[in-house]
């Protein structure tokens, strides 16, 4: 969890003003290999640099569910709570345009609206998706955050995050090399890694 991510969940909660964005870690995320750290030192790691920050909290449901960490089963989990409140998930603008391969990937649309964050200047969300999302986009575009507000779930919106371009590709392999990663993330976290050695060789 870098400043890049920690400073885009801030703009979008501010943006779209939620009343949360909740980070959640994945178990067993489906579409990347496992993360080199184990869950644990991850969600440790995320609590540490959402310590002191309004509005961002950790949720570890997907840690303590067997199996794939589907989005779906989790929107699922989150919609039983919260009833008909509206439920944003929040994804890049790469995730977005692999939806389609994602587990139940139309069911996501009854259970939350979709916010695509993207660097400026805004290219358009719709640009070189996929057919059969291209369709699904035409119909739910939201023409601003307020939209969000109107039902609880169903729409998509294209949402500006501000263009920091920090790598956690990067980041690793600075800790490797045994190199400073100071204003990357946080200090906290930092000393959280440095404690476990974690990423070395």
């Not at 995320?29 to 909290?57: D, N």
């Not at 993207?118 to 369709?135: D, K, N």
């Amino acid at each position: 969890m870098h400043v890049g991510h920690l400073r885009a969940a801030i703009e979008i909660r501010e943006a779209l003003d939620l009343a949360e964005v909740r980070l959640i870690p994945a178990h067993v995320p489906p579409h990347r290999p496992q993360p080199a750290a184990s869950a644990a030192h991850r969600l440790a790691m995320l609590r540490l640099a959402v310590r002191g920050v309004p509005g961002l909290s950790v949720d570890d449901r997907e840690l303590r569910r067997a199996g794939p960490s589907y989005t779906v089963d989790t929107l699922a989990g989150l919609r039983e709570e919260l009833g008909r409140r509206p439920l944003c998930v929040l994804v890049g603008d790469d995730a977005f345009r692999g939806l389609p391969t994602w587990h139940r990937w139309q069911a996501l649309f009854e259970l939350a609206h979709l916010v695509v964050m993207q660097r400026p200047p805004l290219a358009g969300v719709s640009a070189s998706v996929p057919a059969e999302l291209a369709t699904v986009l035409h119909a739910r575009l939201a023409d601003g955050p307020q939209a969000l507000a109107l039902a609880p779930a169903g729409r998509i919106l294209q949402q500006a995050i501000p263009p920091l371009d920090v790598s956690a590709t990067r980041i690793r392999a600075l800790l490797r090399a045994g190199h400073s990663a100071r204003f990357l993330v946080t200090d906290g976290c930092l000393r959280y890694i440095r404690d476990h050695h974690l990423y070395k060789d």
